[in-house]
């Protein structure tokens, strides 16, 4: 090296960050971050460049709001923690992001090895305290790729290999473990200003296999697709409906988490493809964790299962066997564009098409209106979840109509999907797969700073709502002018606990009894009261026929105040489905 140093390493971390496209930096600090700091303030005064440090006073909100920042606009971020401790309450976090493939640079510092004499040895016991033999195991099994910063000089090159392979297909976190002796050296500047010199990996289908998926589409008499993660991107989104449109493929959203067809669209089927695919002779699937469940479905013994998605096999995930004849990898939306072009050079019979279509069409619309009066029969006091989705579906079609406002709603034991009335795409999140529940309020919150003007919901059950951290969640998002509208579907109960017990045992003990126990949550907390003390617009909801104008106050509250708002709203404690 023949840079003449000119800035702690801390301050070079931040500056590359920038380069690579990182706004924000969620951070938890600690006493390994004083070289941070100070590089911070140092690099700041100097006129660098830099993505905005925002404090997080806790870490499974830090990495969950790099996680909803990015689904609402594909740029990862960064999040700093502090040594094994900071990591390890970060790594339910990190799970979910694995899970939902999010990339994200997570950092953490390392406790100093040096004991002595060393500038940024040890000073106070808890050095020794937080010292481990592995601290990137707390992760490992969460991130595509892991390294401890060796040398202040490496830092440029390392986060370029980290940033490319965060991005590649498929895509997710990496970890980045920093050691407080080498945060505290010089670090040279080339390269610190300069974006990665590594392009990311895209995968792109095989083209047999494309072939092959294209052959058998164009083919099926009874097809099926099961979208999970949504259709990869806005032009995704668009492409999607004009292939299930032009080839009558009814798309069912099982256990979604995003949004791949408008809910009105005439393809979209709605929740459940059990009875779909009893009779299938092919299936798409989505980039689809588990597209069904095998204890209760039974496939026709000739169909074709097409898995597709960045990881179409999930190769990670150690037991998986749905069955895959055909498997097309690169992202949902690269392979909806190359399945298009492949379907192009398919013979169709029109005249089938055009009757499937119509009794896909007629499906669709008795699942929807189904939908609708299942919720509307929720109106009462206390209501239900679906009768909170329909009205807020509702509310974000006249903000769309009569404001021109887009909205985003975060789901985690919140607002079921199916009586929402969403269109757009980026439109609906619902927890990854993972369950790693908290994640709702913060990836709320990091989507509302990547989208000031969009309308953001943060719908979750009120178990959901404690996991999150609230406190720290509303000071977040007083700090930073975030008005973000969270709605607690407050059963007074971990509901999803209870119907799991039940499920398993309907004839059981539990079912039987008055109070199933592990479950209460009662006597529930005034939870506008927790929002009230950052300063939050509150209200308390508790019969249904209250709640419409509820929706319209906050949202407008959020809206002209930019203030946060938290409806605290009454919901009936309901049977298993
Ligand atoms: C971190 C974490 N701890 C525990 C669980 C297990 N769990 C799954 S659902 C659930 C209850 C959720 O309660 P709430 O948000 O109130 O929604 P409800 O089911 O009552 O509608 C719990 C505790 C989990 N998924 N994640
Ligand atoms: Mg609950």
Redesign the pocket.
Known sequence: MTDTPSMTAAGAIFGKLKALGVEYVFANSGTDFPPIIEGLVEAHRAGIDLPKPITVPHEHAAVSMAHGYWQVTGRPQAVLLHTNVGLANGA?AAINAWCDQVPMILMSGRTPVTEHTRFGARTVPIGWGQEMFDQEALIRETTKWHYELRFADQISEVMDRAWAIANSTPKGPVYLSLPREVLCEPCPTAGLDAPSRIAPVVTAPDADALACAAKALAGAENPIVIAQRGAGSVAGFAALQTLCETYALPLSHYWSNQLALPLSHPCQVGADPGPWLAKADVVLVLDALAPWFPDRVKLPDDVTVIHSGPDPLFTRTPVRNFEADITLAGPVDRVIDALTRALADQKTDQICLARRRDSIALAAQTSREAAVVTAQSGSGAPMT?DWVSLCLGKAIKVQAEQHGRRATVFH??GCPLMSLDLDQPNSYFQEPHS????WGLPAAIGAQMACPDRLIFAT??????M?ANPTACHLVAEANDVPVVVLV?N?E?????R?SVEGLYPEGAARASNEVPLTS?RPSPDFTRTADASRAWTETVSDGADLPDALNRAIEVATTKRRQVLLNIA?ARTAPH
């Open positions: 339910t979840k985690e034991l369950g790693g529940l908290g979750m059950g009120d178990g959901s709502y996991f579907l059963n109960e971990w509901g999803a606990v119907h949550l919901i």
